[in-house]
């Protein structure tokens, strides 16, 4: 099955930090562009940042710029987006996927040009 699986979600406190991870299954990402979303509950999907294949990062939601670096290490078919100085409004179902029409990162991101979603990883910042 081809599609990416996303990892390292769970409970954290204000103030602290998450590294999420998305491994790609069933095909190379090498060459695609790859974005981070979110979904929040009650809130439409949201863009949060881009990795082009040579990794450079451009990050979309303005609440994060500043907390969030994105990475990529091919050899390991993974992306990892890290998040600092977690707020409880960053609370949602994070996702990857690749947008196979790109290498490089557009502006805005278009969600619907990215596929090969995952179920998510759960991110829920209380005290």
């Known amino acids: 099955q081809v599609q990416f699986v996303e990892s390292g979600g769970g409970l954290v406190q204000p103030g602290g930090s998450l590294r999420l991870s998305c491994v790609a299954s069933?095909?190379?990402?090498?060459?695609?562009?790859i974005g981070w979303f979110r979904q929040a509950p009650g809130k439409e999907r949201e863009g949060v940042l881009c990795?082009?294949?040579?990794?450079?990062?451009?990050v979309y939601a303005d609440s994060v710029k500043g907390r969030v670096t994105g990475s990529r290490d091919n050899a390991k078919n993974t992306v990892y987006l890290q998040i600092d100085s977690l707020k409880p409004e960053d609370t949602a179902v994070y996702y990857c996927?690749?947008?196979?029409?790109?290498?490089?990162?557009?502006?805005?991101?278009?969600?619907?040009?990215?596929?090969?979603w995952g179920q998510g990883t759960q991110v829920t910042v209380s005290s």
């Open positions: 069933g095909f190379f990402l090498d060459y695609y562009a």
């Open positions: 996927a690749a947008n196979l029409m790109r290498r490089s990162c557009s502006d805005p991101l278009i969600t619907h040009e990215h596929s090969y």
């Open positions: 990795i082009s294949d040579v990794n450079g990062v451009r």
